[in-house]
């Protein structure tokens, strides 16, 4: 684990994250996420597998980030400017542009925070990791008062979430429901696994249990891949995807309503693919998922668009576009 930062702004460039192999298990164990990427052995079951071994959680990282940010917030005094404007919405635009595999040095530049008042006060941070001088991941994190994304869904007509069958298609509508039982265990282990100080969400002795933003959103991981199992009977071995980005926006206050034993139901709906929703200068078509987080009164805690490709179709793009250079 990395020690505690308590000064941040000399550090945030300068200090090495390592994920080790344990780091992913405790992660994907209290996520569901049984993608065989992950897995310290399975990974050599996918075909063409390019990356040599499991690699870490798109959500572990995005962890990793929020902990970041938020002893960035302490340090600046952010936090105050967030609840006197009532800054609720927490949103991450996250690029994956290459995978991070165990015991490798990362480093983390969180950018100077932007305060923009037009059209609504936002606060701003870009956010880079780079690994043996290269960007593997690109970002923003955004506070504001309203969501950034997908504001405009309506799931108000949708039935009792509660009575449903657990894995199934919601009547009348596009989605499929998973439903889970979160608990503090599990969020503790997502912390540790994605470097974050678990002390600072749970506290037994203080009476301290605050869920972290991205704990929820990671259970989409497993609700995708339940979905693919069941309803496509995707083969994860021959077929693998990967992530190419992740767009969230988290209700905050909402999230304090989150206590252990809850349930959690995640609606997940993929849309067509389409020739206007492609990989970055590339002709490869995306695969993209809403996904929401509802709690057990129906209040939505998460929005999150979800974007991936299929690796045969990744590395058949680059081996063309390196080709076409030489």
């Given at each position: 684990m990395q020690p505690f930062i308590t000064d941040i702004s000399k550090v945030m460039t300068e200090q090495p994250f390592i994920f080790n192999q344990i780091h992913i298990e405790a992660a994907r164990n209290a996520s569901d996420d049984f993608n065989l990427f992950h897995d310290k052995?399975?990974?050599?079951?996918?075909?063409?597998?390019?990356?040599?071994?499991?690699?870490?959680?798109?959500?572990?990282?995005?962890?990793?980030?929020?902990?970041?940010l938020y002893l960035y917030r302490n340090a600046h005094h952010e936090n105050r400017i967030i609840s006197?404007?009532?800054?609720?919405?927490?949103?991450?635009q996250i690029t994956y542009v290459n995978a991070v595999r165990p015991d490798r040095e990362l480093f983390l530049d969180i950018k100077k925070t932007i305060n923009k008042t037009i059209p609504e006060l936002t606060l701003s941070n870009r956010i880079a990791i780079k690994s043996d001088n290269k960007i593997v991941l690109l970002g923003s994190k955004k506070e504001t008062q309203k969501p950034l994304f997908l504001a405009d869904t309506d799931l108000s007509s949708l039935p009792d979430l509660n009575a449903l069958a657990e894995c199934s298609r919601?009547?009348?509508?596009?989605?499929?429901l998973k439903r889970k039982i979160v608990n503090n265990g599990n969020a503790k282990n997502f912390l540790s696994g994605s470097l974050a100080e678990q002390s600072?969400?749970?506290?037994?002795?203080?009476?301290?249990?605050?869920?972290?933003e991205m704990f929820p959103c990671s259970l989409t991981s497993g609700a995708l891949l339940k979905k693919a199992q069941i309803e496509d009977q995707h083969d994860f071995k021959r077929n693998p995807m990967v992530y190419t980005s992740h767009s969230l926006s988290v209700n905050?206050?909402?999230?304090?309503?989150?206590?252990?034993?809850h349930k959690l139901h995640i609606l997940v709906k993929?849309?067509?693919?389409?020739?206007?929703r492609t990989l970055n200068n590339t002709d490869i078509m995306l695969r993209v998922y809403e996904c929401y987080g509802l709690l057990e009164n129906a209040k939505v805690l998460f929005r999150a668009r979800l974007c991936l490709v299929p690796l045969e179709k990744l590395l058949n793009g680059l081996n063309n576009r390196q080709s076409q250079k030489t």
């Open positions: 052995h399975k990974w050599l079951q996918i075909t063409h597998n390019p990356f040599k071994g499991p690699i870490v959680l798109g959500f572990q990282l995005n962890a990793m980030i929020e902990y970041q006197e404007n009532g800054l609720r919405f927490s949103n991450y919601v009547p009348g509508s596009d989605f499929f600072d969400y749970f506290d037994e002795i203080d009476g301290l249990a605050e869920y972290p905050r206050e909402h999230l304090r309503l989150l206590k252990n034993n993929q849309l067509p693919e389409s020739k206007s």
